[in-house]
């Protein structure tokens, strides 16, 4: 017995964004959920105080933006129980009070994110982008003329309006940086205008990373960032005295900002903090008394709590997952440590085709590993490689590995140096570093693995998506440790990635590799595209046709050198997909091609999904 394709399809991805509104009847929880069945559309659900749930956004609307390409925050409930959203197909944003959405933006180039509904104001405020220029925005309620509250840095996020309607504060960066590298927290007073006069910067800086900032009250922010190297809370005095740090401790109470919006922490109306804190390995839920910096646990069993909190009359909404259940909303007494499941069930396999993951280290290297289902002695094992490649993959249940594990194929998820989870040093292993120390920490567990007497050296894979596809086909054409690889929407030669890709991550590669044209000759010495005549083994190319963070040609160009030096490979495209897989359909393509591709190079039978036929293989 196995997982099929379509369990997976149908429990696919989790709720980005949560939140809690205390009304008269209780506590509601919305939040927004994927349906992969109803063509990859983000729907926001509502929750009553009375358990009932109801569907706030009707079929065939689409919560979700174009913001920085990744998308930022796209909806906010109203006062009442109505709800501001952008819409993807037109990228406008909307009001919806009764059946049908009213539009409160004109049709056009402009893309919103990270909604914030100013308190006792009659507007959502948001950042605007048009083509490359960035600036925050107030759009009334009522349809009437948007207004600029700032133009600052080249990127905005986490606009915040002060408890006494004087001050605005947010966060900004400019090029080369990435908001995990360095921002700014910002403040400005509001003119009689409601326009943002001069800023000053309260905290962060070219090597310092600020995430979230929120108001305590008209005298001081809370923030999160990064100056001892690990993202905690500090108060943040407006007068510039010096801040303090609430959580001096070796763990991340923030994450990478890919998507404006995310929330670590959220402040109660008694002034205590709700947090989600920890590394990769575990990330918790907390309650911290910012007085006394007493942290208190709120987790339970949960080995992994998302990057967006809410609260609301002494109740937490955040959204968590245990390797055995999938990510859910969940209602969290601050008092009480009460724990209830709000969204709606997902269907699950048997427990006793879940595997149950470990946390190793692996040379400095952390890894995840998740063992094939009757384990006994060497196995086929597959290195999961994690996008980014500033982020982490963390333990929980991902029925992706499942699908595999179920089927004798062993699965280790490698935190490369790198990661996000583990402080800034960890992270800042990769810079100028990319395509060397992530293909070589790939290897190190790959081999690990084998020493360990749990891989068959022969049987090793190694699969990934975006910067994770760019592992993938670096470790394949720079090692000789793997038999093949799966590549999905990757990157495949740096130098014309960097040329063709979007604003936001134009200048990422400064980092990763080195400034153009100076370093040049890493470029070259590390494109996959370069060097695919090196290829270890067959690989499998994956990509959406409306992918506008890595054009399709990256995989046709590595695609055609392969082919042009004869190894082998295949390319399957999807039409109507970005970067990622959202519809029930393609998740369905995608693994059972994955699965034949495994087949092929393992030698191991498949039954059940269609044959792949690789190029180039006699």
């Not at 964004?17 to 009847?25: L, M, Y």
């Not at 009460?338 to 006793?352: M, N, Q, T």
């Not at 149950?356 to 196995?379: C, D, I, M």
């Not at 004869?566 to 999807?574: C, D, I, Q």
Request: glycine letters at 12%; aromatic letters at 8%; proline letters at 8%.
């Amino acid at each position: 017995m196995s997982i099929r394709p379509i369990d997976v399809a149908r429990t696919d991805g989790g709720p980005q964004w949560v939140e809690a509104v205390d009304t008269p009847s209780g506590v509601e929880v919305w939040w927004d959920e994927p349906r992969p069945h109803e063509g990859g559309r983000r729907c926001v659900v509502r929750r009553l105080p009375d358990g009932s749930r109801v569907d706030a956004l009707p079929e065939g609307w689409n919560a979700r933006n174009r913001l920085i390409e990744y998308g930022g925050r796209s909806w906010r409930p109203l006062p009442g129980g109505g709800l501001v959203f952008t819409n993807w197909s037109d990228q406008r944003l909307y009001r919806l009070d009764g059946d049908t959405p009213v539009p409160l933006t004109e049709a056009g180039p402009s893309r919103y994110g990270d909604l914030y509904l100013p308190p006792g104001r009659d507007e959502v405020w948001a950042v605007r982008e048009i083509d490359d220029a960035r600036d925050l925005v107030a759009v009334p309620l009522d349809g009437g003329p948007t207004r600029v509250i700032t133009k600052a840095q080249h990127f905005l996020m986490n606009p915040r309006i002060s408890p006494d309607g004087h001050h605005v504060a947010w966060i900004g960066w400019n090029h080369p940086n990435m908001p995990w590298d360095g921002t700014e927290l910002c403040v400005a007073e509001l003119r009689e205008d409601d326009t943002a006069g001069p800023y000053r910067v309260l905290a962060g800086g070219p090597a310092e990373s600020v995430t979230q900032a929120e108001w305590r009250d008209a005298t001081a922010l809370y923030a999160v960032t990064d100056p001892t190297g690990w993202w905690n809370v500090h108060l943040i005095p407006l007068d510039g005295s010096p801040a303090r740090n609430l959580t001096p401790m070796e763990l991340e109470f923030g994450a990478a900002a890919w998507k404006p919006g995310l929330a670590c922490f959220a402040v109660a109306d008694d002034g205590r903090l709700v947090v989600v804190h920890g590394t990769a390995d575990r990330r918790r839920l907390g309650v911290l008394d910012p007085a006394s910096g007493e942290l208190r646990e709120l987790g339970e069993a949960a080995t992994h709590w998302a990057s967006t909190v809410s609260v609301a009359g002494g109740r937490a909404a955040a959204v968590g997952a245990t390797p055995y259940t999938p990510l859910e909303v969940t209602l969290v007494g601050l008092d009480d440590g009460a724990h209830e499941v709000v969204s709606a069930p997902k269907p699950l396999p048997d427990r006793d085709l879940l595997p149950t993951p470990e946390a190793v280290t692996v040379e400095g290297v952390h890894a995840h590993l998740y063992p094939p289902a009757g384990e006994q002695g060497p196995s086929p094992y597959v290195i999961f490689v994690h996008g980014g490649p500033t982020g982490n993959m963390p333990i929980m249940l991902d029925l992706e590995i499942a699908y595999f594990t179920s089927r004798g194929i062993g699965v280790a998820v490698v935190n490369y140096g790198g990661s996000t989870g583990y402080g800034r040093a960890y992270r800042e292993r990769l810079r100028h570093q990319w395509g060397v120390v992530d293909v070589h920490d790939c290897a190190k567990v790959a081999r690990g693995l084998v020493e360990m007497g749990r891989a068959d050296a022969a049987k090793l894979a190694i699969r990934g998506g975006s910067a994770g596809g760019w592992t993938t086909v670096a470790a394949l054409v720079h090692s000789d440790v793997f038999a093949g690889g799966v590549a999905h929407y990757a990157i495949t030669d740096p130098e014309s990635w960097a040329a063709e890709t979007h604003d936001f991550e134009s200048r990422y590669l400064d980092g990763l590799v080195g400034p153009l044209p100076e370093t040049r000759d890493r470029y070259t010495e590390r494109s996959p595209l370069l060097n695919a005549f090196k290829a270890s083994g067959p690989c499998l190319m994956l990509h959406g046709l409306e992918d506008a963070i890595v054009d399709v040609g990256q995989a046709e160009r590595f695609t055609a050198e392969l082919d042009r030096h004869g190894k082998e490979w295949a390319l399957l495209t999807f039409p109507g997909e970005q970067h990622g897989w959202r519809r029930e359909e393609t998740i369905v393509a995608v693994l059972e091609a994955e699965l034949a591709f495994y087949g092929l190079i393992f030698d191991m039978e498949t039954p059940g999904v269609p044959p792949l036929t690789l190029k180039g293989r006699e």
